[in-house]
């Protein structure tokens, strides 16, 4: 009964049990957000930042520490993949 279920809008049995699992968030791309127009752009101003693809939002204090555990994170993967061309020359 594919066919009818499409037709009238009814989701099959099978593919709502299935499910979908979906990846969390690593909070990468972070926003700046300012209490003041005064103070936008100076860093010590900031009151929050917000995840730009899923909308959470962090502490200054929070945002701060997972800017920096990111660039940390690409520092390392920057740091093997040089490695690796230096190891395996073409």
């Known amino acids: 009964m594919g066919f009818l279920n499409r037709i009238l809008h009814r989701k099959e049995a099978g593919a709502s049990a299935i499910g979908v ?4 968030c690593p909070h990468v791309a972070l926003v700046p957000h300012w209490d003041s127009v005064d103070d936008i752009g100076i ?6 930042y917000e995840c730009e693809s899923c909308k959470a939002a962090f ?6 520490r997972r800017q ?4 940390e994170r690409l520092r390392i993967s ?5 490695d690796r061309l230096t190891d395996h020359p073409s």
């Open 21 to 24: 699992a979906e990846k969390e």
């Open 59 to 64: 502490t200054r204090e929070e945002g701060e």
């Open 78 to 82: 920057e740091e093997e993949r040089r």
């Open 68 to 71: 920096s555990a990111g660039a």
């Open 43 to 48: 860093a010590d101003r900031v009151v929050r």
